[in-house]
């Protein structure tokens, strides 16, 4: 996104116009198609965000958990970049977010990258139809985002990771700008940091220390395989059929060992 964002500089527009100027940067067509680009990039982020959190376990109930939640990341994030062209069907398209009167990020009546002198940080305009019930708000993509931390509760510091994510990413944005085509810029500007600082520094002094079936990002090696492939017992009906695969799995790990301690005897 960052890279995106470099290059969006090269045909940003100085202040957002509402398309009766032919002449303005935001009626530029590479300016919109990279808008488009912006936008579709943050319709995804909650399935990319569950993505890395999904590939950092070796839980086969936990991975077939990230699987139903990067399927409703993905279903969510089309419903939202269709708004975008559902905008164009008048019906639904009715409500005055002319003046930044919307209370939703980057909704506007023109499609567009700009950066007045007042803002920190670059800005998308976005045309959206109006949210209703067969029409997804903005917040579908707040509720994906966080909702699946909160969602896995039982699994050792998910919750820390998402309030984390949610105070220095929204929360952090809208204290440095009151500018919601703006806010979800600066986000994306620090999320770099941010996820550095969830996966090196929460994940690795928590998740890895106090949780278990989970993968370092620093270190590969097993600290303690003896605990790590002992089997588990069958605690409820719903994770029975992930019991017995993890179970087969340290069955065969053991047995590699057992074998590998035998032709060492011999």
């Known amino acids: 996104m960052e890279f995106l964002q470099f290059i969006q500089y090269l045909f940003i527009a100085p202040e957002l116009t509402d398309g009766s100027d032919p002449t303005s940067p935001c009626e530029n067509n590479i300016n919109k198609f990279l808008t488009i680009l912006g936008f579709l990039h943050i319709c995804l982020q909650p399935y990319f965000c569950h993505v890395i959190n999904s590939s950092l376990t070796k839980s086969c109930k936990y991975k ?28 639904l398209n009715t409500m005055d977010v002319s003046n930044n009167k919307s209370t939703e990020w980057l909704r506007g009546n023109n499609l567009c990258t700009f950066k007045t002198k007042a803002m920190w940080h670059l800005g998308w305009s976005v045309p959206m139809a109006d949210p209703s ?73 928590l998740i890895i220390n106090w949780g278990r079936g989970n993968i370092s990002v620093m270190n590969a090696e097993k600290k303690d395989a003896k605990k790590e492939i002992k089997e588990e017992a069958c605690r409820d009906f719903i994770n029975c059929e992930y019991c017995k695969v993890d179970n087969d799995r340290k069955r065969k790990i053991l047995a590699g060992q057992s074998k590998g301690e035998q032709k060492k005897g011999n």
Not at 70 to 77: A, F, P, S, V, Y
Not at 143 to 166: N, S, Y
């Open 64 to 91: 077939d958990r990230y699987r139903i939640i990067k399927r409703l990341c993905l279903i969510g994030g089309f419903l939202l970049f269709s708004r975008y062209f559902l905008s164009f069907i008048p019906q």
């Open 133 to 205: 019930y067969y029409v997804m708000g903005a917040s579908i993509h707040s509720f994906l985002m966080f909702a699946p931390f909160f969602a896995l509760w039982e699994k050792k510091g998910l919750i820390l990771q998402g309030v984390f994510l949610f105070l220095f990413g929204p929360v952090l944005a809208s204290l440095l700008s009151d500018n919601l085509m703006e806010q979800a810029s600066i986000w994306c500007f620090f999320s770099i940091a941010q996820i550095s600082i969830m996966l090196f520094l929460i994940r690795e002094t």
